[in-house]
Every structure is written in C-alpha cells, then in structure tokens.
C-alpha cells in the first residue's frame, strides 16, 4: 500500500479540500460573503485580482546558501526544520515564515524583513538549498517555484506519520525520512525522488527522557486522544470510535488542540452530557502518566518511548488504518502495549545538519 496520490498534487488539494463538508461549506460562504460585500462597496471585479504571497524572512550573515521554508510554527514543524539549525552556527542562513519567528530561531544574529515570493531569487542570490516539509502549502510552494526555475535542490523533512492521504513528494526532491520502510511508503514506486533516513527527532527526544516509573501508571483511567480535525477519516468515525472508547472503558477525552472549532465544540458539550471526562489541563502530552489510547497519533509512539502503556482504537478501522498500524508497530486495545520504535543513536537533527553541510560542499 502506498499513497492514494502519490505524484499529482492538484488531485491531493482537491481531495483535500471536499474531505471535511463543514470546512468546505464553511470557506464557500465566507468567499461568497466577501464577494457580495466587494460587489455592493465596488471593490470586486469579474477579473479576479491574485496578491503576491509575502513572507517574513529572516536572514544571518551576508550569504545565505539554504533557505528554510517554515509554512507552520507547530511542533513537528519546528523539530523537522529548525531543530537542525542549531547545528549550523557557523552557516549563513535564511528563514521564510508567514509571520517574524524570530524568537524561535537558534543563535544570534537574524534580521528580518518582509520579503514577496517574486523577491527570494533577488534577496538570496547564493541560495543553493530549499529545505521544507513538502510543497503542499503556499510559502514552500512558492520556494519550489523558484528551486525548479534556478535549478536549486528541495529537501523534504518528514515531520509526521504517514496515512495513504499524505500530500505527494515533489518531483525531483530528496526525502529525509524516519525509516526506511517510511521512505518506500512515501515515494511510493517514484524514481523521480532520491532519500537518506534520518530518523525523527521527536521520537528521540521522547527516548531522551526517564522512562516513566511502573506506580506512577498503575490504576490511572486511560487517555484517548482526540483527533476530530483530521481529515483521513470521516468526523462521524472519528467520533463514534472515540465515544465507544471512552464509554466502555471509562476513560478520559483529551481533545486534540485543533478541536476549537464549532462542530468539535458542540460534540465535547454532547460527550459531557453522557458523562464522558474531559481533559481540559495544558499539561503536556510528553508529561502525561495515564495510558494512552489514540486512533492514530504519534502520541501512542512517544508514549510508549517514555514506558507509558499506549494503544490504538477503531471499532471498524478501514484496510489502509490497519496497516498503518502495522507499518508503526502499534499495538490494539486489549493486547500487549505497543513496544518503543526504534530510534538512532545520533540525535536526527544533527544528522540532518551534517547532510545539509555536505550538500552545501558540493
């Protein structure tokens, strides 16, 4: 099994964009709204206007030779593409954020400055390296434009799992996946992309960390990790599995931070009602005690890293969740505990960093 798109990027966005009816519906309306409204004050043309997409970046020294692409300041995000940079101090670098990430930059030294797409070739001229997480979202698609028009290399960071729905790669870039069998299952079959593995960084700093104490666990109402935003399954599966969970174990909900929206609001409001647990704490994930239990996270993984029991959960999980499964190592409720995942000895963001310097040497 592979992905469900594995080269066309257009089918993956339309795909993308119908997997969850509210937010489609939802983005209609508003793009409606705002065309009446631009109709009725005269600022709306049949001709539709396309505003150039304008990036902060953010630079260190005279020369920049890589450029990280930093679409989204989430967790993942930051350990896949900035985690590495703390091992190139001595590089020029360059950033190109939606919004001034200054504070979450390693070292000294960086100024920023707002910076269009059709500006980057200009601002770095030495540029020989895009690093990003793919090119499904508008700042790295804008820097692949330009990697392919100057014939510049595109690394891809994995900084997730991966489910069959993951965007594809693009063509002619080179993957740094967290394992080999991750590697085969996201090129999927392509030639047209070359890979290292690097491992994941955090699952190795989950491995970093003291295993939890045995007493500290015992007796302790598992956690099901909500993941109501997700758009690999239909939200009724999602809720109807974490509902029967929760009930027939008497476990506790912990909504993922993504459930804010409405829809996810008015069915934790539902699950109250039936008596279900809520955790509304902001205690950390990686500090949590309480065995674990998820559809699909990385947090079953990372628990299991720090000695914490975890599990997976679907009352009917469709073909491509059980091997999913399968591919991850994650055991089902009612068997043993899924076991930690194996992770390098070398931390991965160092590993990444070496290969960026080679590539750079080149």
Known sequence: MGLKYPSDLAAWQKWQASSKPERLAKEKLELATGFVAGLVGGTVSV???VEPLVGILHARGAQPQLLVVLDSTSPTSLKSLIEPLKY???????????????????????????VAEQELGEKLPELKIC?????????????????????LRFIVAQHGLLTPYAPPLPADSTLLAFSQADADFWISGRTDVDYQ????????????????????????????????HGAELPRSSFVYASLKFVRE????????PSEKDKISRLIHTLMVKLGVEIDSSSQPLNQVTNPVVSIFSTGVLEAALRGVPAWV????PPAWLLEFWQRYGMNRWGSAPTPAPEVPEQEPAQKIAEILTQLLEQ
Do not use: C
């Open 313 to 316: 959960y679907h009352a009917n």
């Open 249 to 256: 174990n008497q476990a506790i909900y912990r909504p993922h």
């Open 88 to 114: 190139l101090r001595d590089q020029d670098l360059a950033v190109w954020a939606p919004q001034d990430v200054s504070d979450l930059l390693p070292g000294e030294g960086w100024e920023a400055q707002p």
């Open 197 to 228: 593995v690097v491992g994941s960084q955090m699952f190795w700093e989950a491995s970093q960390k003291p295993a939890v104490p045995a007493h500290k666990i015992q007796d302790k109402a598992p956690i099901f990790l909500g993941q109501m």
């Open 47 to 49: 001709q539709e206007t």
């Open 131 to 151: 690093l990003a997480l793919g090119h499904f979202l508008p700042w790295s698609a804008a820097a692949y434009q330009l990697a392919q028009k100057q014939g």
